[in-house]
């Protein structure tokens, strides 16, 4: 069994998405000598495949996190910086009478 890269056959799919029109895009180059195949996955990459696109799925929601405590605090007067540095969090100090005490 022979496996085309998604990229290599994406240029060849012409209409819209359905069987016949997925194994004409298939069969096109797949018969072009200069063509590079690849092999199957093992069962490890396949068992690693998940843990990725959990930690991506962290990492977005983290940053979607950030941004929003990012715009809290704009909207109260604070600017905090961009990027993936969260270091600018320890300037908050939550205090006792149920209020925040916002230091810069």
Known sequence: MKLLPPQY??????RQKNDA???????IP?????????????AEQQARAPLFRSQDRLVRQCLSQVNA???????FGY????G???S??????LRGHGGVEWRR
Do not use: C, H
């Not at 029109?21 to 069969?27: C, I, N, Y």
């Not at 797949?30 to 195949?37: D, G, H, S």
């Not at 405590?69 to 909207?75: A, K, N, S």
């Not at 600017?79 to 961009?82: A, S």
């Open 21 to 27: 029109a997925d194994t004409e895009a298939m069969v």
């Open 88 to 93: 600018w969090i320890p300037l908050l100090s």
């Open 69 to 75: 405590l990012r715009g809290l605090l704009y909207e």
């Open 9 to 14: 056959v994406k240029p060849f799919v012409k």
């Open 30 to 42: 797949a018969q072009r000598p200069e063509m590079r195949f690849v092999g199957p996955n093992t």
């Open 79 to 82: 600017v905090v910086p961009d």
């Open 84 to 86: 993936p540095s969260i």
